[in-house]
């Protein structure tokens, strides 16, 4: 039968005949992530009550915001089957590169109400312009996404430490202006800043990935770059752009992240890399393209930070937190590759 | 047949890159000071560089396939951990074997993962470096611990007159390089990594040799950290962090394909050594630290980028031919 | 010399998805003899030799080697059997050594028990072997560094390593030289005084008159013609091949007045692919590229759609020159492209039907500054053409493109296309790998499509086909145009021979 309201969408999403046992149907579904975070909520609540508490809410709330938008620039380098190990890399440069132009010494800017819109600027540019590197090596010199993004993080993450010893004593520059501060920590009409970015981001990024060209294009070179290669895509502009994209997405994270923490520091996001990457992977974005939804990214991101979240009020310590994470992300992974056996290949 | 020979000296040139870089990295640190072309200095080097030539060594079998392993640096931390807490009372040597022994098992669980449950190397490998790190964190209880006084001897210890940190990279490269050149293994590494549809065609058991690579790359990680271990001489929850990509970056310099089939272990070591000559000259002539790691990404992305460029070329090359034309014999 | 019978095949059945393929098929191999076996595409050859080299297994029938039964369920029990394969793609390791990929199995070790190579033996035996077939390169030699026809002969040794007693050889000449060709036929005379069965396949009859001493030729699944090479020539063998009469599988067209030219080739030369290659398709008009595997047709319809650089001659679609080596200018222009492996080239296959249809025409259904899709009309078109040629509508967005049957499949890729309003279709073998109905169906389509005004240019190497559904056919060879033929003229053996003649001629 066909639905009416299908979506008419290109994007390789999974379709459940009525026919499988129930446990294939619940590995098949898209909110098999969901159910999963549901179930370990109400398993967790006896044993730490605290977990149901508006605290733990909001805790949970503010550490998925610029996760989720850092997440979402992932999840479209990993649709077009790339890898952007660069993210982190972006995220300090464009923290200490901002915050220098908001409070650098002896310009015009600092006090000036243009410092905010011109630091915002500055960092999307910077973040832009990093991803454009990467596209460029990538797409048009044909290089490997993973050394690509290998080099380049390493080579900024050691820029921005450099750099912020040129501009201050400290390892972080501080002093950031109000107006910039409030992106990360105020809220408008009862509802956090940052929060209104995040939906902004997240709706934008849905809407250039199922309802323009550009988007379905970039699933249609995931699942077969030279099949879309003779259909007329121009496969080249297209991965060059989405790296461009996801720079852009490192940015805004970045901007989060810096407001929020109210200094520029070239050691934010340091380890947040596996994070970015298990959370679009346990939404259920492939390694191997073509796949890959906002939505399920931000359950990824959620089912992360509600674990991290619970595995702290236990009282665990960071060993246990990371040995659960790789298990969760392993299981994460076992189940992807049952789910293609399942379906066949 | 002029564009024959201008091919050729391209190739040339583009296999030979990596070599360039590394006399001109050489001569550029040579006249920037007196200290640095030294033969103190040179072995210094060479022993700086051993721990990530070894772990290199094992990733590039690994890499051989065309797979990854981003484990490695965490089987370092773990074999440290374990020698450091449970090992202390072992005599030395028992208290390697168990060591290798544990490299070898997280290998084995990496290769199950990925032979058996089809799980991409990428991903399976991440998630046991979580897990591995998690249970090193666990054993150590995330405290700084010194290594027992054995191993500190060790680190300290010669044989005719050459450190044992040498002795040990020496004897790696000599069997890694024995197996992947002279064993039927070793050349079905190579078949696999070409085409692993072929491979199995021509009767290869693919599943095995991938599964032993990853073993083989445990038990690398394993005598690294031992390497890496005698010479800090204790082990802070950061140890070895990010080792793995220092080690591809070594394998890569050195020539080997990310995916597979080309390569060796001499590149490796190579690789390794170049990375650490960089690092070691910019400590001598004085340079500001914090431009470390951008001279050795630069260096690296150079690799990188010779390498694509060579792929590139070769593909174009070996575009189908329908018709002889018939060229001047 | 006393000849014995090597291999038997007897009544030899075999039907894929309940459609038999191969009917009761006989034929015996003597050793240290040849045989030649020809046939169109279809006829059952592969059929037979997958059968025969364990791929397949036979319905009913039986097969004995030496008058012992022989009944393989893999390929590797064939091999173990003495039968070896040496296909038309080669399976050689390019980063391994000649010798290694000699051995790559089975390693000569210094003692059975030590997994050391060696070398000094392997470098002897592989020595040996590259002796037998003459090739005189060092056994060290990196396969990389060989040309085709090196690799072609190190894939001879291969199976000679195996102790093979029987050889088949399929279409092993496409892409060598002629040096490549005479030295491969010494070897296979070599190795007839060695006693071992060949079983030579070839497209080039007058290759098979030279070297076979018997010849089995296949129609349709069904032996029709088997003896001694003698009581064989070239136009026979021909005449067996092609048989039957054309039946009522293509639809009959209005005729069209030829109207103007709408795909003009001029002097299209590629070094190495293809040569001056000079021709014109009109509006309303099927073309045909008639020609052996490996003439270049293929490879010339990539260059017109833009995917393959050439380096002097002009395309113009519709009087207007076209943009080199740019698939979107080609297709802005109005070209179309079903292109012969509609898996890798043509589908997404792990994508839902509908995103392989919509993929080309996304723009033309989106705003051009935003890119913004006006999924309404895009959903309505895509249901639309894909009702046009049949494929069921409800599936669109739940079945994915791998789930299809192979004329299916093509019709989506079709659908795809048309959805274009292509002024120029290329089509590179539509029918490849399709059933019998879903071909009827895709002729029509490809009718309604020229009754439209689209013209069209046919790549098959179905002669049928293109006798069948073309105004014109022009027959390529080695890369080069080497017969044209009107309608009323068609004729098979002619077209045939043409397609032969390989731009170097040779004796018949």
């Excluded at chain 1, 819109?117 to 460029?136: D, E, H, K, Q, S």
């Excluded at chain 2, 090359?317 to 018709?323: S, T």
């Amino acid at each position: 039968m066909t639905n009416p309201f299908s979506r008419p969408v290109l994007s390789s999403g999974n379709t459940s005949p009525q026919h499988r046992p129930l446990w294939q149907r619940l590995l098949l579904s898209e909110y098999l992530v969901v159910v999963l975070c549901l179930a370990y909520f109400c398993i967790m609540i006896p044993i730490v009550p605290r977990i149901a508490s508006i605290q733990t809410f909001q805790n949970i709330l503010s550490d998925m915001l610029p996760l989720i938008v850092v997440a979402l620039g992932q999840t479209i380098i990993l649709i077009i089957a790339g890898i952007d190990l660069s993210m982190t890399a972006i995220i300090a440069m464009t923290s200490v590169v901002g915050a220098s132009v908001m409070t650098g010494t002896g310009g015009p800017l600092p006090g000036s109400p243009f410092a905010m819109p011109a630091g915002i600027l500055t960092m999307l540019a910077v973040g832009a312009g990093i991803g454009w590197f990467n596209g460029f090596c990538i797409a048009r010199l044909r290089m490997p996404p993973f050394m690509v993004t290998l080099a380049t993080t390493m080579f900024f993450a050691g820029v921005a430490i450099w750099y912020v010893t040129l501009r201050s004593e400290t390892t972080s520059i501080a002093n950031l202006p109000r107006s910039f501060v409030v992106i990360g920590q105020g809220k408008l009409y009862g509802i956090p800043n940052s929060l209104w970015v995040t939906l902004a981001v997240g709706v934008l990024i849905h809407l250039m990935l199922t309802r323009t060209v550009f988007g379905r294009e970039l699933y249609a070179i995931g699942v077969n770059r030279i099949s879309a290669e003779v259909s007329g895509v121009p496969v080249s502009r297209r991965v060059h752009m989405a790296f461009v994209v996801s720079g852009i997405c490192a940015a805004i994270g970045s901007i989060l992240y810096t407001g929020r923490l109210e200094t520029g520091s070239p050691i934010i996001g340091s380890n947040i890399l596996l994070d970015i990457i298990g959370a679009a992977v346990i939404g259920g974005t492939s390694l191997y393209g073509g796949k890959g939804k906002v939505i399920w990214t931000v359950f990824g991101v959620l089912f992360l930070v509600l674990l991290d979240q619970s595995l702290k009020l236990m009282g665990l310590t960071l060993f246990m937190v990371f040995a659960i994470k790789g298990a969760v992300i392993l299981v994460a992974a076992i189940a992807d590759a049952l789910r293609t056996k399942v379906t066949g290949r | 047949m002029s564009s024959i020979s201008r091919k050729r000296f391209l190739m040339f040139t583009l296999r030979y890159v990596p070599m360039l870089l590394f006399a001109i990295v050489l001569l550029s640190f040579s006249l920037m000071s007196p200290r640095f072309f030294d033969l103190k200095n040179m072995i210094n080097i060479v022993i700086q560089s051993s721990h990530i030539g070894i772990l290199g060594i094992g990733m590039t079998f690994v890499l051989l396939t065309a797979g990854i392993d981003l484990s490695v640096g965490a089987i370092m931390y773990l074999a440290c951990a374990m020698l450091a807490v449970y090992l202390t009372g072992l005599p030395i040597w028992l208290a390697m074997v168990v060591m290798c022994t544990i490299g070898m098992a997280f290998g084995a669980v990496n290769g199950l993962l990925i032979t058996r449950l089809n799980v991409a190397a990428f991903i399976a490998t991440l998630a046991t470096l979580f897990i591995g790190r998690g249970l090193a964190l666990f054993v150590t209880g995330t405290q700084l611990l010194t290594l027992p006084p054995p191993i500190l001897e060790l680190g300290r210890s010669n044989i005719l007159g050459v450190s044992w940190t040498i002795w040990a990279f020496a004897i790696v490269l000599a069997v890694s390089w024995f197996i992947l050149a002279r064993t039927p293994f070793g050349r079905q590494v190579y078949a696999v990594g070409a085409d692993p549809e072929s491979a199995a065609k021509a009767g290869i058991n693919v599943r095995r040799v991938v599964f032993f690579v990853y073993v083989i790359c445990g038990f690398s990680a394993a005598i690294a950290a031992l390497v890496s271990g005698s010479q800090v001489g204790s082990i802070s929850p950061n140890f070895a962090i990010q080792k793995e990509f220092a080690a591809i970056a070594a394998a890569v310099l050195g020539g080997t394909s990310l995916f597979g089939g080309r390569g060796g272990v001499l590149g490796t070591v190579f690789g390794a050594i170049l990375i650490q000559t960089v690092e070691n000259g910019l400590v001598i002539i004085n340079a500001d630290p914090y431009i470390y790691p951008m001279v050795t990404a630069s260096i690296i992305f150079i690799a990188v980028m010779v390498d694509s460029l060579r792929t590139n070329f070769l593909e174009r090359i070996d575009q189908r031919v329908i018709r002889m034309e018939d060229l001047p014999r | 010399m006393n000849r014995e019978n090597l291999l038997r095949f007897e009544n030899i059945t075999k039907s894929f998805f309940g459609v038999e393929v191969l009917h009761g098929v006989s034929f015996t191999l003597e050793s240290g003899t040849v045989l030649g076996l020809v046939g169109e595409n279809g006829s059952g050859k592969s059929t037979s030799m997958n059968i025969l080299g364990g791929v397949h297994l036979p319905d009913s029938g039986h097969m004995s080697i030496g008058g012992v039964p022989y009944a393989p369920t893999s390929p590797r029990e064939a091999l173990a059997r003495g039968i070896s394969f040496i296909h038309q793609e080669l399976n050689l390791f390019p980063n391994l050594s000649i010798e290694e990929n000699l051995f790559i199995r089975n390693f000569h070790r210094l003692h059975p028990t030590l997994p050391v190579i060696d070398r000094k033996r392997m470098r002897a035996s592989a020595q040996l072997l590259l002796d037998m077939v003459d090739l005189k390169l060092s056994p060290g030699t990196l396969v990389s560094r060989l040309s085709q026809g090196e690799r072609q002969l190190v894939e001879i040794a291969k199976a000679l390593s195996s102790d093979a007693r029987i050889i088949i050889f399929d279409e092993p000449t496409t892409s060598l030289t002629r040096n490549e060709i005479d030295r491969l036929f010494a070897i296979i005379t070599r190795l007839k005084s060695q006693k071992i069965g060949i079983v030579y396949i070839s497209h080039i009859l007058s290759d098979v008159m030279k070297l076979a001493d018997n010849v089995v030729v296949l129609r349709d699944g069904g032996l029709v013609g088997a003896g001694p090479r003698a009581e064989f020539n070239i136009d026979r063998m021909i005449s067996m091949m092609v048989g039957r009469s054309i039946n009522q599988l293509f639809p009959v067209r209005s005729v069209l007045a030829i109207g103007e030219p709408m795909l003009e080739v001029e002097g299209l030369t590629q070094p190495g692919v293809v040569r001056n290659l000079s021709f014109r398709v009109t509006k309303g008009e099927v073309l045909g590229l008639a020609g052996l595997m490996g003439a270049g047709r293929s490879e010339a319809a990539r260059i017109i759609f833009g995917l393959a650089p050439y380096k002097s001659g002009s395309i113009k679609v519709a009087g207007k020159a076209l943009e080199p080596a740019d698939p979107r200018a080609a297709m802005r222009a109005g070209l179309a492209f079903l292109t012969e492996d509609r898996r890798l080239e043509g589908l997404l296959m792990n994508a839902p039907i509908f995103d392989s249809v919509a993929l080309p025409s996304l723009e033309a259904h989106a705003s051009v500054r935003t890119g913004w899709i006006n999924n309404a009309t895009l959903e309505s078109e895509v249901k639309d053409f894909s009702k046009r040629v049949q494929v069921n509508t409800a599936d669109l967005h739940d079945v994915q493109a791998r789930n299809l049957s192979g004329g299916n499949q093509q019709k989506v890729v079709l659908a795809k296309w048309l959805m274009r309003r292509p002024k120029v279709f290329i089509l590179d073998e539509p029918t490849r790998g399709v059933d019998i109905g879903a071909k009827a169906e895709i002729y029509k389509i490809i009718n309604t499509l020229v009754e439209g005004g689209c013209a069209i240019l046919m790549i098959s190497s179905e002669m049928e086909e293109l006798i069948g559904m073309c105004d014109r056919i022009i027959v390529m060879g080695n890369g080069e145009i080497t017969g044209s033929f009107d309608r009323p003229n068609f004729d098979q053996e002619r077209i045939l021979a043409a397609a032969m003649r390989r731009g170097r001629q040779e004796v018949a």
